[in-house]
C-alpha cells in the first residue's frame, strides 16, 4: 500500500521568497514520485518527476525536488515565488520499477498564495 | 498531440439520473485512468485500462459506476442512479507505457459533476 502525506494545507510567500513545499510518502516498494500543479478549474499539470535515477529532480518553472529515501521525502522547491506559482500542488506516488502498478496515490494537495 | 480532451466540462444533473462522461486521450497512448477528485482532497484513482483492457477498479467503485474504452482509444464512464456524493470533478488521464522508465499520466481538464 501506499500513502502520501503533504503537511499543512496552505502555504504564503512574498513574492521573490522561497517556496518549500513538503511531501512525505510510504511505499512498499521503491516509488516513483511526482508533483503536480492545478490551477483554478484546470487538470493537473506535470511539474517534475523522480524515476530512480537523480534523486535530485529539476522540473518546469524553476521548480525543484530532492528525494530523500532516509526521510520517505520529496520536498519541493523553487529559489524566487512569482505570481504565477499562486496553485494547487499535489504530490503523488506510484509503485517504480519493481513494482506492476502504475495507479497514481496522491496527498490532500496545498494551496500556495504569494503576496505581492 | 493536442492534449487529453473531456467532455462535457461541467454536469449538473438530478439525484436518480444516470450521467456519461466521455475521454479523448493522446493518440497512441495506450493507457487511460479516471480518478476522482472532491474539494479540498486530490484525486482518488478509479479504475484505469490498457488498450481495450479494464486492468484494475478500485474499491471506492460502486456498481453504479462503469466504465469503457471499446477500441482502445476513447473512454467513458457511466454512473447510474447519480447521489449527491458523486459531486465531484472527475478527471481522465493517459499514458504510454513503454521500454522507458518513469510512465507519465497526462490529466485532461476534467468534468465537474453537481447532483442536486
Known amino acids: 500500500a501506499q500513502s502520501v502525506t503533504q503537511l499543512g494545507s496552505h502555504v504564503s510567500v512574498s513574492e521573490g521568497a522561497l517556496v518549500l513545499l513538503r511531501c512525505n510518502y510510504s511505499s512498499s516498494v521503491p516509488p516513483y514520485l511526482f508533483w503536480y500543479v492545478q490551477y483554478p478549474n484546470q487538470g493537473l499539470q506535470l511539474l517534475l518527476k523522480?524515476?530512480?535515477?537523480?534523486?535530485l529532480v529539476k522540473g518546469i518553472n524553476g521548480f525543484e525536488a530532492e528525494f530523500k529515501k532516509s526521510e520517505t521525502s520529496f520536498h519541493l522547491t523553487k529559489p524566487s515565488a512569482h505570481m504565477s506559482d499562486a496553485a494547487e500542488y499535489f504530490c503523488a506516488v506510484s509503485e517504480g520499477p519493481t513494482g506492476a502498478n502504475s495507479k497514481l496515490t496522491f496527498g490532500k494537495g496545498i494551496t500556495l498564495s504569494v503576496r505581492p | 498531440d493536442t492534449g487529453v480532451s473531456q467532455d462535457p466540462r461541467h454536469k449538473i444533473t438530478k439525484r436518480g439520473q444516470n450521467v456519461t462522461f466521455r475521454c479523448d486521450p493522446i493518440?497512441?497512448?495506450?493507457?487511460l485512468y479516471w480518478y476522482r477528485q472532491t474539494l479540498g482532497q486530490g484525486p482518488e484513482f478509479l479504475t484505469y485500462?490498457?488498450?481495450?483492457?479494464?486492468?484494475?477498479k478500485s474499491r471506492l467503485l460502486s456498481d453504479r459506476f462503469s466504465a469503457e474504452r471499446p477500441k482502445g482509444s476513447f473512454s467513458t464512464l457511466e454512473i447510474q442512479r447519480t447521489e449527491q456524493g458523486d459531486s465531484a470533478m472527475y478527471l481522465c488521464a493517459s499514458s504510454l507505457v513503454g521500454p522507458t522508465l518513469g510512465e507519465t499520466q497526462y490529466f485532461g481538464p476534467g468534468t465537474r459533476l453537481l447532483v442536486l
Open positions: 523522480y524515476t530512480s535515477a537523480a534523486t
Open positions: 493518440s497512441e497512448h495506450n493507457r
Open positions: 485500462f490498457q488498450n481495450e483492457a479494464q486492468l484494475e
